[in-house]
């Protein structure tokens, strides 16, 4: 018998564990191994939200709190959405989750019964067709390729509408490909999306502050105001400030629904940590004049990385408008020998290849639905960078 849940063999071990695997086992046997799988900012945590989380411990600010989210912090994030975004929330429709990821998981868990479709740009970020899967839905990957700039058309959206889909997950800048969509190209969605009146948008803005060469960030309940009332923006303090570790996430949407979500809340983890939220209040409220800075040095290190990537034969890199992440493509080396023999097949193999040879740990394309590539995060030092771009080009060169 078996004692586990009939979804879960729906939802697939993450593709990233078996190289994951791979490379944790080469470290412990001595190897030196350039990690560019993590998905985490380098930086620190700034002083003044680490010390606004050391004063809440002193001041026993240790207890539950409301279950979705203390009324300061809900307050802080009506003032982000006003202040960046040009958009009017209430705190009664915003959430507060353990990470931008819980938002996410709670949305679906409120709106998804079995059969229900959520389209899925790919190239995606690996949760969302599991967590559509752990929630009985049927996630619609759309093949975005990298000569329409790894953004959804109009036209395939329209295409990959039925009668069946409830959601549309946008996610820019995007995880893995860093590619961003511009007011107009927003708008021409909203257009598709107009015209079928039962489909949500669930827009995943985590990398909102992670942009670069002046481009205008916008966000689609503002460019479209006529969707705001079935859009479910997400957002979080992760990546912009540094705190991946401390998780807090949050969503803002139509009350009926943050209400439902926070229903799943508080019977499953109820309030995200208190000490938290009191840093999350001041890194929304505080300074913010690091976040430009931070951006400029992630621009200066796709850059390097973009510049020595395309100097690589057979690997083509596109220059994205965000995030911390490329996703060259490896196109030009499928079906070349390793210096021992071995045909590399697809983009997994590829990968496989670089650690083990080189010792360079990224994730191949096929985990995120679009091969063949794969991704970089270049959240690391310049030096490291330059090292695993090295290596890179040593292991491709060798390629025959
Ligand atoms: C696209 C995307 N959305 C959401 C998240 C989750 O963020 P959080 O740390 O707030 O859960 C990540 C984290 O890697 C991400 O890349």
């Known amino acids: ?116 479709e959520v389209v899925i740009p790919a190239p995606y970020w690996v949760s969302y067709p599991e967590m559509v899967l752990l929630c009985d839905g049927e996630p619609i990957s759309v093949a975005c390729s990298q000569n329409n700039g790894f953004k959804l058309r109009p036209e395939d959206l329209d295409a990959a509408v039925t009668p069946k889909t409830k959601w549309l997950i946008l996610n820019s800048p995007s995880n893995p490909s860093g590619a961003a969509y511009t007011e107009a190209e927003l708008k021409a969605l909203a257009e598709v999306l107009l015209k079928h009146e039962h489909v949500w948008v669930m827009t995943d803005d985590m990398y909102e502050h992670v942009i670069y060469d002046d481009f205008k960030y916008t966000t689609i309940a503002q460019v479209e105001p006529r969707l705001y009332e079935r859009t479910l923006t997400v957002n979080g303090v992760s990546k912009a400030y540094c705190m991946t570790g401390w998780r807090i996430g949050y969503g803002a949407g139509p009350t009926q629904l943050i209400k439902a979500m926070g229903a799943i809340q508080s019977n499953s983890t109820a309030n995200p940590c208190s000490i938290s939220q009191a840093a999350a209040i001041e890194a929304l409220n505080g300074p913010q004049d690091f976040i430009p800075k931070h951006a400029r040095l992630f621009q200066e290190r796709r850059d390097l990385v973009v510049d020595l990537l395309n100097q690589v034969p057979g690997l083509y890199c596109p220059r994205p408008e965000g995030a911390f992440y490329v996703y060259p493509s490896c196109a030009g080396l499928i079906g070349k020998r390793t210096p021992d023999g071995k045909m590399i097949e697809d983009d997994e193999g590829f990968v496989r290849y670089l650690l083990e040879s080189e010792g360079v740990a990224v994730v191949h394309g096929a985990a995120f639905g679009l091969a063949p590539h794969f991704r970089i995060s270049y959240a690391t030092s310049n030096e490291e960078l330059r090292d695993a771009c090295a290596r890179i080009a040593r292991a491709c060169h060798a390629l025959r």
């Open 1 to 116: 018998m078996n004692f586990l849940a009939d979804r879960l063999a729906r939802v697939k071990p993450s593709p990233t564990m078996a190289i994951t695997a791979l490379a944790t086992e080469l470290k412990a046997a001595g190897r030196d191994i350039i990690s560019l799988s993590v998905g985490e900012p380098d930086f620190d945590t700034p002083a003044n939200i680490r010390a606004a989380g050391i004063a809440a411990i002193e001041r026993g600010d240790t207890r539950y709190t409301v279950f979705d989210g203390r009324i300061e912090l809900k307050r802080a994030i009506c003032g982000k959405f006003k202040r960046e975004n040009g958009l009017d929330y209430e705190p009664s429709q915003i959430t507060v989750s353990s990470g931008g990821k819980q938002v996410l998981y709670n949305a679906m868990v409120a709106t998804l019964s079995p059969g229900d």
